[in-house]
């Protein structure tokens, strides 16, 4: 027989669904939260991202919204002050720099690398001829007993030669423009030397302090000092040197001594042979209308290129 206390005991669970309007609302919250946040970050990224001038230019903008569309300009952030700002140092509070104003400024920057290497690599021609003009001193019996009276050395104008009197041996008769036979060697073969290069040349005369004997007829030591120069190009002519290379020929008298502490000392009668660079040589072609010439549109790799090769065959002449 059964028993009925031991039959089994079913339960029954029944799921209710409820609540299934509001179960996806946390999900776009989340969401707005999230792109909040980005946004939040990206404008933290862009804020110290920007220049000092920049971010002033922003807050000025918020201020006053039309001050561009009254006043002007490409933006308020630009500055009149002369001190650029941006760039990589955002620390700099001074307006905005524009991409003309960095072109312009990178090709000055170009131009003064392409003068600097110019001028170096004209230096270097330079000494080259130094270097050949005291060698052919030195091999030549006739120009080597004048050693002491010839004095070169590289100035800021060029290659200077200097051909000073001693008081037993002066390059010119007493008073006169005229030449001794040696002063006539010495001249010849310095400018046989100096076509060489294809830089210009400049001669100076100079006297000592002592008044021209004839100074009261209007003649003196300015027409003398200016009549030596000259005689000497004459002659540097005759020995071989182009005459269009000579592009100055001037007499001092004795306003640039050589000898400061002694104005008669017979070394300051000299004539100076200066082989110009391209620096003065411009200066002189300005004749007055700039105070630096620029080098803008002249100097060009094809001259540095001829230079190193000018300066490497004068230096094998040597």
Known sequence: MSDDTQQPIVVKKIKKGGAGAHGGAWKIAYADFV????????LMWLLGSTSAGDLKGIADHFSSPLKVAMAGGSGSGDSSSVVKGGGEDLTRAHGQ???????????????????????????LKLQGLKDQIEAMID????????????LLDLTAEGLRIQIVDEKSRPMFDSASSELKPYTKDILRNIGAVLNSVDNRISL?????????????????????????SNASRREMVAGGLVDAKVMRVVGL???????????YNPVNRRISIVVLNK??????????????VETEGELTPEMIQDGAKGAQSVGAKG
């Open 97 to 123: 720099v524009r991409k003309g104003d960095v072109k312009a400024e990178r090709k000055s920057i170009n131009l003064q690398a392409l003068k600097a290497d110019f001028e170096k690599m004209e230096k």
């Open 35 to 42: 792109t909040a946040m980005m946004a939040f970050f990206l």
């Open 279 to 292: 620096r003065t040589e411009e200066a002189i072609m300005a004749d007055g209308k700039a105070t630096e």
């Open 139 to 150: 091999a030549s019996p006739t120009l080597r007993q004048f050693k002491s009276q010839l």
């Open 253 to 263: 008298s004795s306003t640039v001594l050589f000898d400061k502490e002694d104005p």
């Open 204 to 228: 100076t005369g100079h006297t000592d302090a002592q008044p021209y004997a004839g100074g009261a007829s209007g003649f003196g030591n300015w027409e003398l000092s200016t009549n030596r």
